[in-house]
């Protein structure tokens, strides 16, 4: 089995829905901003902070690179901006996690952590700015994605189920 990369905007719940599959399918669940932090040993926000995203993105890309080569059978949760990654496909199986920008922000906003939530994601910031990228990317993961599961409204268990079942 290849791996089931799951990518969509920040705050849609990746990491969340990773976690879930990882315990109904007995695969590992992996998160690629996770990963860079445990390289840099440092958080993301401080990375942005220091060097910026252009930075930020070639770590991206050394993870990517890693993943392609040592990580199989595996769900892999990913950065919003991680699907831009040319050797994504080569990683595995692409599901993209859609939700409208109002019902992530409420998720965000709802959430009993929600300041470290927010805070964790530097480009939530600024709003306006966050729902432009938000528009932007909606058609560039549509276009990229093998398989579309709409998470807004559902449960968990509704999300891994139909993961599950269409991959």
Known sequence: MKNIILV???GVGKGTV?????KESN??????????????????KDIFAKEGEEHFRKLEKKCALWLQKNVKNSIISTGGGFYKQKNIKKIGKIVYLKSSFEAI??????????VKKLSKRPLFKDLKKAKELYKQRVKEYEKLSDITITVENKD??????EILSKV
């Open 27 to 44: 695969l590992f669940a992996i998160d690629t901003d996770d990963l860079i932090e445990s390289l840099e040993n440092r958080k993301i």
């Open 156 to 161: 968990l268990k509704q999300i891994t189920n």
């Open 18 to 22: 990773a976690r879930a599959l990882a």
């Open 8 to 10: 969509g905007f920040m």
């Open 105 to 114: 922000l409420q998720r965000l906003q709802n959430h009993p952590n929600a």
